[in-house]
């Protein structure tokens, strides 16, 4: 089981990709949250989002195995929305 750490990170992204700073010490796990539908990256160092990059569906969320320094990208898919990046404790 998960706990929200309490950090969160928000990525406002458009027709060209944003990044989010780096991913805290010691955290493992995330959960992305888009208003709309977009498509991420997650690296280390940053790799831009392209729409070939992982879809992620609009108001549904995703945890994802990070490790720590780890940057998140976002491109939109059709409309301009937020990633919000919540970091997860074991």
């Known amino acids: 089981m998960y706990r929200l750490s309490g950090v969160v ?4 992204y458009t027709a060209t990709a944003a990044n989010s700073s780096a991913i805290s010490d010691h955290v493992r796990f995330i959960r992305v949250y888009a208003t709309t539908d977009c498509f991420i990256t997650i690296n280390n160092p940053a790799v831009t989002a392209t729409t070939a990059a992982t879809p992620i569906a609009a108001k549904d969320y ?14 939109r898919a059709a409309s301009d929305g937020s990633l919000y990046i ?4 074991e």
């Open 9 to 12: 990170k928000k990525v406002d």
């Open 86 to 89: 919540s970091e997860l404790t």
């Open 62 to 75: 995703e945890v994802f195995k990070v490790t720590e320094g780890q940057i998140v990208s976002a491109i």
